[in-house]
């Protein structure tokens, strides 16, 4: 190729140049700027610097936001991005200002290389980084720089400030010969609802159902308006208003009215997985489809049913039934290892139908003995391990309506549509719903108990309630997962820029 490297340098280094040169005029209305860029040169000579940028997005206050809150809203504009501290500590020393102290209080705080901890007191743990290679073009520059300020201005911001400093970029480009929330370690028990549900897809709801032969022993807790809790603040109830499982990681809820807990959460809760040809976990960042699967429970008749439009309906067997050619093998969710085996055949297929390309269905075994077992984060004296099934960070997970409800006034003047609140609630596809007096209050919460000695749902006889406790892990960290209807699958950024624009830098949130 005429020009060979010495061309591919200066078209690299020209694309670098310019996302540089504009990165370092943006500002907010305050006169603060919008990025912090970590460098040793002023971009003026390729011989010096390469086509790599690094820089953490600041706010308005000149705060920090997190390296990975800004990597999953890269995600939802198709930009990919490097962050963390690229396994080269003492650059991260030097131009974050993290001393050996610093460096011996993070490794305390449980941030290791390649986690997802991007702030601890404030402070960044590392940075983000842009790279710019052969088949980069201008186009690529302006789509990122376009990201970057549609995150942190509104859309007449953004429009005035391309128009104010973008530059022609002067190099000829390279030919194109090669284009192309917790936690609880509880007795087995049953939590329940209110009132009931609409279901979606039309599919019975486990109502009234007798408990398994194994589950004879378990006590039945029902949770009302009058057995919950009082908030600290006024006194003004607290109330369990849905319940939901998701029986198959990713797939769509199902929601009951009461239902048993287990040592790994609500039973049957994310024990399936749908996984690719090289069992790699598929979810809904991947494939928002499988929000229109729907799975649901039948403990009398101990199956599983699985539905979804245009497909007729199959069971897969609540009894872990593994014949003797089955594999038994370990599949990792997160940070952490399980044991799962295939469903079988008849399963894939339907799945591979339903998706559009092959796929299997696999379940955590009951052989557990090596699975790794999760501890609690925040610190607290009763960190006592506790045991996962195919959830990403915690046996529960909890959200607040009246947070989500704030959250609503934020999306729905961006989106200028109606939005309802049950639909925004799925979205966060949460163990627990409640209705607390105050959005975001559950922030500050260490603890969490549910049920009394009070009367019991629709028969209003009197029962005996066991009190639950749940120990607050932390917060959950926000994906692109929002930004998917969870009735239509179809996807949406606005979700995960609002509420990023709502709470600021703390997208990880209890919400």
């Avoid at 997005?57 to 800004?70: C, T, Y």
């Avoid at 198709?78 to 974050?96: D, E, K, P, S, Y």
């Avoid at 039948?298 to 245009?310: C, F, N, R, S, T």
């Avoid at 609630?425 to 260490?446: G, K, L, M, T, Y």
Wanted: charged share 20%.
């Amino acid at each position: 190729m005429p020009g060979g490297m010495e061309k591919i340098k200066q078209h690299t280094f020209a694309l670098a140049h310019y996302t540089y040169t504009v990165l370092s005029t943006l500002k907010y209305a305050n006169g603060a700027p919008v990025v912090r860029i970590y460098n040793d040169t002023d971009f003026s000579n390729p011989d010096v610097q390469g086509p790599i940028i690094n820089f953490n997005v600041l706010d308005e206050n000149g705060e920090v936001i997190g390296f990975s809150q800004v990597e999953k809203m890269a995600s939802l504009y198709n930009i990919h991005v490097r962050t963390g501290c690229f396994c080269n500590t003492g650059a991260c020393q030097m131009h974050l200002g993290i001393s050996d102290e610093d460096i011996r209080r993070n490794l305390q705080a449980g941030h290791v290389c390649g986690d997802d901890i991007d702030l601890i007191d404030g402070r960044p743990t590392g940075s983000v980084r842009i790279s710019f290679g052969y088949m980069s073009s201008f186009e690529d520059a302006q789509t990122f720089l376009k990201f970057i300020t549609a995150t942190r201005f509104s859309n007449t911001d953004t429009e005035i400030l391309f128009q104010s400093s973008a530059t022609q970029l002067t190099t000829e480009p390279v030919p194109d010969d090669h284009s192309n929330s917790t936690n609880t370690m509880s007795p087995r028990t049953y939590i329940a609802d209110r009132e009931h549900r609409n279901n979606p897809c039309g599919m019975e709801r486990t109502v009234g159902w007798q408990p398994l032969e194994s589950e004879s022993e378990s006590i039945r807790a029902a949770v009302s308006e009058s057995a919950a809790p009082k908030c600290k603040r006024g006194g003004k109830p607290i109330t369990v208003t849905n319940i939901f499982l998701y029986p198959i990681k990713s797939c769509s809820a199902f929601e009951v009215t009461e239902w048993p807990v287990g040592n790994q959460g609500l039973l049957y809760d994310r024990n399936w997985m749908v996984v690719n040809q090289n069992g790699v976990c598929i979810t809904q960042k991947q494939e928002p489809k499988l929000c229109l699967i729907y799975p649901s429970i039948d403990l009398k008749q101990k199956i599983m049913v699985i539905q979804a439009e245009g497909m007729g309906s199959i069971s897969v067997s609540l009894e872990e039934n593994i014949g003797k050619e089955a594999v038994i093998f370990e599949s990792k969710v997160c940070s952490h290892r399980v044991k799962t085996y295939d469903c079988g055949e008849r399963t894939a297929g339907w799945f591979s139908a339903f998706l559009g390309h092959p796929c299997r269905l696999i379940r955590q075994s009951l052989d557990r003995k090596n699975d790794a077992q999760h501890k609690n984060t925040k610190g607290l004296t009763s960190a006592t391990s506790i045991s996962l099934s195919l959830v990403n960070e915690a046996q529960y997970l909890l959200i607040n309506a009246a947070s989500i409800l704030q959250l609503k006034e934020h999306v729905a003047p961006r989106l200028k549509e109606p939005l309802e609140i049950e639909e925004l609630i799925r979205r966060f596809r949460a163990n627990i719903v409640i209705s607390a007096p105050e959005s975001f209050e559950e922030e500050e919460w260490a603890e969490i108990s549910i049920g009394a000695l009070r009367f019991q749902v629709q028969t209003y006889l009197p029962v005996t309630l066991l009190e639950l406790k749940f120990q607050v892990m932390g917060p959950c960290t926000r994906c692109q997962v929002i930004c998917i209807d969870q009735q239509s699958g179809e996807r949406n950024k606005e979700f995960l820029q609002s509420l990023s624009a709502a709470r600021g830098k703390k997208v990880s949130t209890l919400l």
